[in-house]
């Protein structure tokens, strides 16, 4: 029996609702298009680099070179992690979820910092470097203790941009220079997407004014869902139980038939293509172009794109070619999603900033569906 009605529509997923004021990220999604504070996403993939596009989105404009350089120190200088922090991933299972492990971490990063109930502004954009810093460090130190290796601490220098620095402390050695722009690229085409669930999650929290380590670890935990950031993972171990080009058609029929989502297709927001995914499918091919003995990827993923448009008319999103380009450049599949953490913190941060600079507590209503004016019995009368 519905007992109170809202007095505005109910909109499942809040499908179409305006729920906040943004100038950081436009989506259109009819004419497929994503531009970051005015910035077309295609030209930042090629142009820009990662710290660049975290200072846009967190700041607003593109920096000249002395705020670029400020920013990259602050970043570098900001890579160690509280000793506290270090101990505590040590402590946790080497099976433990990866994303459950960065929740968890980022949440106690907050116990170190003797600024984090600092709501000041300049204390939060601080936070906000500190976040973008540190995630990369839990991720390669967590890889490298579950596999039992000696840590490899961060470079503190400018020459050492976010993703040379990660793959480095994940591999202990440096990665070619066409591997380092590979992971930037990709750090940049992921770095912000509007409303996405894990933003607005972070958002609501930032919204009752609690602290950006808990508006941060509340995004990793709605990111960890398959139907958002895991499913970079997902499409990978799709890529690898299909195997083989000839078993591409077998997997579509087979899903479809058990109504089963195939992962990495569809999107609430693109009625078209995913923008992204037109830069990720090249930087796909060209990995498997000059990887030979990791082009069947790219040539699994290519056939099963076709065949899930036949098939379905759905198109591939984010997630599709970011699994094989992750796959090519190392990154252990399980891992896959905290790549898309690294990237996202600067668009989640510049979110809460600016949800802190303009807020307004978020608290929408339900469209309650349950029983209503029903008379209490005592325990020992219930049937
Ligand atoms: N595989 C098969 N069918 C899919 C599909 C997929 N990946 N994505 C959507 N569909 C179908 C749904 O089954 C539904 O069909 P129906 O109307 O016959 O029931 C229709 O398309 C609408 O899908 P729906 O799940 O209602 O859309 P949504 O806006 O709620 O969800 C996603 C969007 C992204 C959650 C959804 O497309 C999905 O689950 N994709 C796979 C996970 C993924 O790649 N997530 C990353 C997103 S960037």
Known sequence: MLAV????????????????????????G?????????????????????????????????PGIPELEDL?????????LPEGVVRLL????????????????????????????????AANFRKALRLIAKVPTIVAYFERMRRGLDLVAPKKDTSWPGAKNFIYMLRGKEASSVENTMLDKYFILLAEHDLNASTFAARIVASTTSDIY?????????????????????????????????????????TLLNKRKIMGFGHRVYKGPDPRAKDLKAMAKALADSNPGQAKWFAISEKL?????????????VDFYSASVLYILGIPVDLFTMLFAISRMAGWTAHVLEQYAHNRLIRPVSLY?????????????RT
């Open 305 to 317: 794109e076709q065949a899930v448009w036949e098939k379905k008319k759905l198109n591939c999103n």
């Open 214 to 254: 808990s508006a941060a670890s509340a995004a990793v935990g709605t990111l960890k869902g398959d139907l958002h950031g895991s499913a970079n993972t997902r499409t990978m171990e799709s890529l690898l139980a299909i195997g083989d080009i000839n078993r591409v058609d077998v997997f579509v029929n087979d």
């Open 72 to 80: 990259r120190s602050k970043i570098a200088a900001e890579r160690d």
């Open 5 to 28: 009605k809202p007095e505005n529509a109910f909109h499942e997923g809040l499908e179409g609702i305006v729920a906040a004021e943004s100038s950081i990220c436009l989506i259109d």
């Open 369 to 381: 569906t349950g029983s209503a004016g029903r008379a209490y019995t005592p325990i020992q009368d």
């Open 90 to 121: 040590g402590t946790f299972p080497k099976d433990a979820h990866p994303m459950a492990v960065l929740r968890s971490a980022i949440s106690a990063l907050a116990f170190f910092d003797t600024e984090s109930e600092d709501k000041s502004p």
């Open 30 to 62: 009819k004419n497929s298009t994503l531009a970051y504070r005015g910035y077309d996403i295609h030209e930042l993939a090629e142009r820009s680099n990662f710290e660049e596009t975290a200072y846009l989105l967190l700041a607003g404009k593109l």
